[in-house]
């Protein structure tokens, strides 16, 4: 098959390709516990999902008065994510057809995600997944994390792809919010229960709003290659 030149596709990874939201809530829990906050609900961990980790964990600390730095608290939460993603992480199965079709049709694919790059690394590789995505970009390594565009920016310059070439998947507001920001298209999956309601999902072009359940790997297939 002939690969479309001018053609990419960035795929969030936490509730996009994989379910880890579960693991980051178990993760979260434990590093607040460690500081003395032990009611920390599911509720309140979906209030960040689409966040940056680094984000999520400078408004915790200033929520419940940490006085330990974030890069201690991001450390730790690290530590606790990565014993749990190693040994079990879910992916979606429609997204990993999906991603699988892309990189069968040799469409260049990145990850662009808020965690850091060894949680990206550890995940792909527990999941199989690293040989459909040679390059991923963690928010760390950029000025400022989703909803500013900064990550798919970033990714697009690595892929050589202009930004305006670029389909970004996603799953939360904040990343489609930045996905509208660099100029990409962008497929939104919403992770979240009521999401589809969020007004940053309003300049996503195609929009599964039943989340995972509804997401059609064929449909999105045919929607990111229209008219290459």
Same mark, same amino acid.
């Given at each position: 098959m002939?690969? /479309?030149? @001018?053609?990419? $596709?960035?795929?969030d990874l936490d509730g996009t390709l994989v379910d880890s939201e579960p693991n980051y809530y178990a993760a979260g829990r434990r590093t607040l516990a460690h500081y003395g906050v032990q009611d920390f609900s599911w509720e309140e961990h979906c209030r960040f999902i689409g966040i940056g980790t680094l984000e999520t964990l400078e408004a915790l600390r200033r929520e419940y008065r940490i006085e330990a730095p974030v890069a201690e608290l991001l450390a730790l939460q690290n530590r606790f994510y990565l014993e749990l993603a190693a040994t079990g992480t879910e992916v979606f199965p429609e997204m990993r057809k999906f991603a699988e079709r892309l990189h069968a049709a040799g469409i260049p694919l990145a990850v662009a995600s808020g965690s850091s790059l060894r949680t990206i690394g550890t $995940?792909? @590789?527990?999941? &199989?997944?690293? $040989?459909?995505?040679?390059?991923?970009?963690?928010?760390?390594?950029?000025?400022? &994390?989703? /909803?500013?565009?900064?990550?798919?920016?970033?990714?697009?310059?690595?892929?050589?792809?202009? /930004?305006?070439?670029? =389909? =970004? $998947?996603?799953?939360?507001?904040?990343?489609?919010?930045?996905?509208?920001?660099?100029?990409?298209?962008?497929?939104?999956v919403p992770y979240a229960h009521g999401a589809p309601q969020d007004a940053g999902f309003t300049t996503a072009g195609l929009v599964f709003a039943g989340g995972q359940r509804e997401f059609d790997a064929e449909q999105a297939y045919a929607w990111v290659t229209a008219g290459h």
């Open positions: 002939v690969t /479309p030149r @001018s053609l990419a $596709v960035i795929f $995940v792909l @590789s527990a999941t &199989g997944l690293s $040989v459909c995505f040679p390059v991923a970009v963690s928010a760390e390594e950029v000025p400022h &994390g989703k /909803p500013e565009p900064d990550v798919f920016l970033e990714t697009a310059r690595r892929l050589g792809v202009a /930004p305006g070439e670029c =389909v =970004v $998947v996603e799953d939360a507001a904040p990343g489609a919010e930045a996905a509208h920001a660099a100029g990409m298209r962008c497929i939104a």
